[in-house]
């Protein structure tokens, strides 16, 4: 048996709320073609409205356009796309000045989404091989030390990496504490179970007492993920630096994030909306070779599953009671909860195989049979570590070259 044990960790619980939450976003979108309805309804007679529209319109275009646009791969650019959407928009408006206003607010609204991702912005490999040669093996030091005496430090620091760049990119801003008035990130409910933020702590210290001010939190954040992977026995990798440290940081945002119990087409657009494609998706999911759930990450699939039936029927049938004993639907303790894998702790592709013998613990895991390509890729995995391995180093790359912030902060948890 996979999971006869209760696991009792020191976390917050994670609250399943994005799901209605990902719903008000769509609301959001409706918002928009409503005032389009409205705006409608006051007919194209109201031309003075319209050149209002058109005006604001293409100052926003032109503030876009005056942006630096960088020479990395430009499927990794939404703000390319954002130029290349633009410019044509600009032309079909020159030729008929009939540009839509529905459109353009469609079209303005996912600007905004879009517009706080940036990808590949001026990242390098060797970015501080001149101001800060000491940085990562300071930074790889902290995670090693932590690692002896916390077992759970890298599965809490890749997973801090995911969150961190899922909101206004890989930015710090997950690493920031609440202060006055502002709940931040770390304080919303999904984030409640990350921990080892005192890694980066250390981390920092050390690298600032070497070169004060150079290194970005948001860099030492995803160096650490990586050295937490390779401290697991995963794969190494180069990873890309150069980025800044962002300056807001709101719980409220943390509803943008992925939840467990979204379906491939939820988690498709979840990662689309940051240009990462189903590729991306299945091969990152893999971090869940690592690390530990919170029953209430789960409870969803195995108690009132739905009105017909109590436990979720893609779960095999023994690993779901299992899973039952450890999280009974009454008494059930705040931290209990099991292993994402039988090897937590190791970095190996045995999540994998799980998702095909469907005993893995999210929806959103299991979801990832639901897709033909996903699927296929799952297989794959299942199959062979080093598809794994290769595919997983590609999409963290990617992941973690969403870009956002503008300060290289001093203290990880305050603004400078
Ligand atoms: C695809 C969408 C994803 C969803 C819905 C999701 C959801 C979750 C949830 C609910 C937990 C358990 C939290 C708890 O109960 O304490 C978790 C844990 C974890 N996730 Fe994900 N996750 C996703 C993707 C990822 C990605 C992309 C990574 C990294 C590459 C990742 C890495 C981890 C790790 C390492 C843990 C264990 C954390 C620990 O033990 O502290 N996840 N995830």
Known sequence: ???DFTILRDCGDFNTTSDSNIEEDDS???VSEEEDGDREDGGEGNSEEEEEDDVIFFMFLETLTSLKVTDEPPCFSNLKCVLFFGGAIHESHATSFKVKKASMIAFLSSLLIFSFFSFGTSLTSNYYQKSCPAAESLIRKSVFDATKSDKTAPAGLLR???HDCFIRGCDGSVLLNSKGKNTAEKDGPPNLSLHA???????KKAVESVCPGVVSCADILALAARDAVVVSGGPSWDV?????????SKASETTQLPAPTFNISQLQQSFSQRSLSLEDLAALSGGHTLGFSHCSSFNNRIHNFNSTTDIDPSLNPSFAASLRRVCPV???AKKAGVAMDPSSATFDNIYYKLILQQRVVFSSDSALLSSPKTRSLVSKFASSKDAFFKAFVKSMIKMSSITG????RKDCRVVN
Not at 197 to 203: L, Q, T
Not at 240 to 248: A, L, T
């Open 1 to 3: 048996m996979l999971f």
């Open 28 to 30: 959001a979108d409706g």
């Open 160 to 162: 801090m990496h995911f």
């Open 197 to 203: 933020f005192y890694v980066i702590d250390n981390a």
């Open 240 to 248: 890309p630096k150069g980025r800044k440290d962002g300056r807001i």
């Open 330 to 332: 009454k008494n059930n």
């Open 405 to 408: 912030g503008q300060e290289i």
